[in-house]
């Protein structure tokens, strides 16, 4: 017998032998010949090697932050990768290909470089093989921004948000009529494909489940005062310290800290202080607090210093503005993206609310919202990491009162808040009164801004929240 190990693949050819083997439609007929024609016994399956593109913003390199897969997983297209970490933002990588995953490339906190493999995936090789392209989602994105999917030939448009929820509930995006501009899928219309198909909203799951604590009936009874006496103090032992130094790369935030505080240094820094009677902005704030909460949003006081230090810019736009690396040229920035320095797991980050100039206090409380949200869950985007042209420091939310923040290239200016502490103040026929003190520390840019200049935005800044009403007089 001439053929050996026959399969079915789509490769066929012709090579020299004994014999030729020629196929008919009810049998296989030989003849002494010297070709053979025969079948070479390959896989069907091809691997790719599926690389990591492009983020943008000049990004070379990313930390790997977590797996959603592993080998030997079945992946789709636009299934969730992996998470990477640059020095910017967090990203998530989703496929392009609908296989199997052969190789990790790395393995969790390794530095992946772009335009290098990060995983290999093993394809259908008769469906063919689109020209490399990753598909790279970065789940908090401006409500303007989209993205673009290929689904079964139909361009569907929709939010990165948008395609993890339908990805969470089993949902092809193909099969969802969208009622946004130029036929957008919103989160609406995922929510109301899954009420008629299982007659209940499905909301996505978060990533880490928060237990609520059981109810009083529930909890275990304390130990009565005469038992708890009689629980044994340990005895102390002495410490044996057996512990070693450990060296550990700079990465991720902490990276991007580095460089942002080096560029700092060269910045001469102008200091300036005061402090700020907020009695009427607390109770303005706990009247306003329930209608906020009826309309979904968390109110705090910061929107209303975000507000108020926007009014104070466009009365002094150079505190708004940036210099360039020679010294020869500023640029008044005609946007006010006023950032908010925020404490997290991964470090400190400074996330800022766009075009402050032309939003309501709600819409900054909102924004803020968001904001905190994903920077909580790490899955702050570039976009709401970069441009800022301004920046507060809210350190008053852990402690202390003064400070002495430093300027985050270009910017040319910031304030951190200190807490608000109930002080005694005289009013204006000298009567002692209880008082909602908060102090509040500038630095400026001293090479563009002098300490007048500084003293000035201050002063009109501690006037609108001395007195909110005041506010409305230039609100537009």
């Keep these: 017998v001439c053929i050996h190990r026959v399969r079915s693949c789509s490769s066929i050819r012709f090579i020299k032998s004994k014999y030729v083997c020629v196929f008919d439609k009810s049998a296989l007929k030989f003849s002494h010949q010297q070709r053979l024609f025969r079948t070479s016994a390959v896989s069907c399956g091809q691997i790719v090697q599926f690389?990591?593109?492009?983020?943008?913003?000049?990004?070379?390199?990313?930390?790997?932050?977590?797996?959603?897969?592993?080998?030997?997983?079945?992946?789709?297209?636009?299934?969730?990768i992996c998470e990477v970490q640059s020095d910017k933002a967090s990203v998530t990588i989703t496929s392009r290909y609908d296989g199997i995953i052969r190789k990790l490339h790395y393995n969790l906190d390794e530095i992946a470089y772009v335009g290098k493999p990060l995983v290999d995936i093993e394809i259908d090789a008769s469906k063919g093989v689109a020209p490399e392209e990753d598909v790279v989602e970065t789940p908090p994105?401006?409500?303007?921004?989209?993205?673009?999917?290929?689904?079964?030939?139909?361009?569907?448009?929709?939010?990165?948000?948008?395609?993890?929820?339908?990805?969470?509930?089993?949902?092809?995006?193909?099969?969802?009529?969208?009622?946004?501009?130029?036929?957008?899928?919103?989160?609406?219309?995922?929510?109301?494909?899954?009420?008629?198909?299982?007659?209940?909203?499905?909301?996505?799951?978060?990533?880490?489940?928060?237990?609520?604590?059981?109810?009083?009936?529930?909890?275990?009874?304390?130990?009565?005062?005469?038992?708890?006496?009689?629980?044994p103090v340990p005895v102390s032992r002495p410490i044996v310290f057996s512990g070693k130094d450990k060296t550990e790369p700079i990465t991720g935030f902490h990276k991007a800290m580095v460089k942002t505080m080096s560029a700092a240094l060269k910045i001469p820094h102008f200091g300036y202080c005061d402090e700020i009677?907020?009695?009427?902005?607390?109770?303005?704030?706990?009247?306003?607090?329930?209608?906020?909460?009826?309309?979904?949003?968390?109110?705090?006081?910061?929107?209303?210093?975000?507000?108020a230090a926007s009014l104070g810019l466009l009365q002094y736009p150079i505190l708004n503005a940036s210099l360039d690396e020679s010294c020869q040229n500023v640029t008044y920035k005609a946007s006010h993206n006023i950032g908010v320095a925020m404490d997290t797991e991964q470090g400190l980050i400074v996330p800022n609310v766009k075009n402050v100039q032309v939003c309501s206090v709600f819409e900054i409380a909102s924004e803020l919202n968001r904001l905190q949200s994903l920077g909580s869950a790490g899955q702050l985007g570039t976009n709401d990491l970069t441009g800022g042209t301004f920046t507060l420091s809210n350190i008053g939310t852990i402690g202390g009162t003064y400070a002495k923040p430093v300027i985050l290239p270009p910017e040319v200016a910031i304030g951190a808040l200190g807490k608000i502490q109930v002080l005694p103040r005289f009013n204006g026929k000298g009567e002692v009164f209880k008082a909602q003190i908060m102090n509040v520390s500038?630095?400026?840019?001293?090479?563009?801004?002098?300490?007048?200049?500084?003293?000035?935005?201050?002063?009109?800044?501690?006037?609108?929240?001395?007195?909110?009403?005041?506010?409305?007089?230039?609100?537009?």
């Design 51 to 80: 690389k990591l593109s492009d983020i943008g913003e000049g990004i070379t390199e990313v930390t790997v932050k977590e797996w959603y897969i592993k080998e030997g997983d079945s992946v789709s297209q636009f299934d969730s």
């Design 141 to 231: 994105m401006s409500h303007e921004e989209h993205t673009h999917q290929e689904i079964k030939g139909h361009k569907t448009l929709a939010t990165p948000a948008v395609r993890r929820l339908a990805m969470e509930n089993n949902i092809k995006l193909s099969e969802v009529v969208g009622t946004g501009k130029d036929n957008r899928i919103l989160k609406e219309d995922i929510l109301n494909y899954l009420a008629k198909q299982t007659g209940a909203i499905l909301p996505p799951s978060p990533k880490a489940e928060i237990i609520p604590p059981l109810p009083k009936s529930e909890t275990v009874p304390a130990a009565p005062k005469d038992k708890a006496r009689k629980i």
């Design 442 to 476: 500038w630095s400026a840019d001293h090479r563009i801004i002098d300490g007048a200049t500084m003293a000035r935005f201050s002063n009109l800044w501690k006037s609108y929240l001395e007195n909110p009403a005041s506010m409305l007089l230039d609100l537009k």
């Design 277 to 307: 009677d907020l009695t009427q902005l607390v109770q303005l704030r706990e009247e306003l607090k329930p209608l906020a909460q009826i309309r979904g949003v968390k109110l705090s006081f910061m929107p209303f210093f975000i507000k």
